[in-house]
């Protein structure tokens, strides 16, 4: 496989609720492939609604701007290079912690996005998914 599926993303989307579970947080994550597309998203019962569409913007601009977020935040902040960049795009670009790019071979191969906690807590189980696929056999290249 040369690319994120469906398959991938639900094991991914596990080992991050699996984090959510243990932050006692109910969260909502999501995966996109290379191109930023859609391949995966899913809520936790009682996550916030909201949250659905911050995690996917989130994996979206992780890839599209071939960053994590939290990295985004820095640069766009008042005064900053990037300030007002996450008025861009429709206002989709997000400037908070939560999103991180999967990468294989320094080539961005998709991105994984969370929301529902407080930004540290996004970013962690975010983070748990990107264990996850660095560690993973199912995806080569």
């Known amino acids: 496989m040369d690319q994120i599926n469906l398959e991938l993303a639900k094991k991914l989307i596990e080992s ?6 243990k932050l006692g947080i ?7 492939d290379e191109g930023g ?10 996550a916030l609604l909201v949250s659905v569409e911050i995690a996917q913007n989130k994996a979206w601009t992780s890839v599209a ?6 990295d985004l935040a820095e640069a766009a ?5 990037l300030y007002g960049i996450n008025t861009t795009n429709n206002g989709r670009i997000v400037i ?8 294989k071979k320094d080539k961005i191969v998709g991105a994984v996005g969370v929301s529902g906690g407080a930004v540290e807590e ?13 560690e993973s056999s199912l995806f080569q290249s």
Request: proline share 5%; glycine share 10%.
């Open 16 to 21: 991050a609720e699996n984090e959510a579970e």
């Open 26 to 32: 109910p969260m909502v994550i999501s995966i996109v």
């Open 37 to 46: 597309n859609f391949i995966a998203c899913h809520r936790m019962n009682d």
């Open 65 to 70: 701007m071939k960053m994590p977020t939290a």
């Open 77 to 81: 902040g008042s005064g900053d290079e």
């Open 96 to 103: 908070f912690g939560g999103g991180i790019p999967l990468r």
């Open 122 to 134: 996004d970013i962690r189980v975010a983070q748990a998914a990107v264990n996850m696929f660095d």
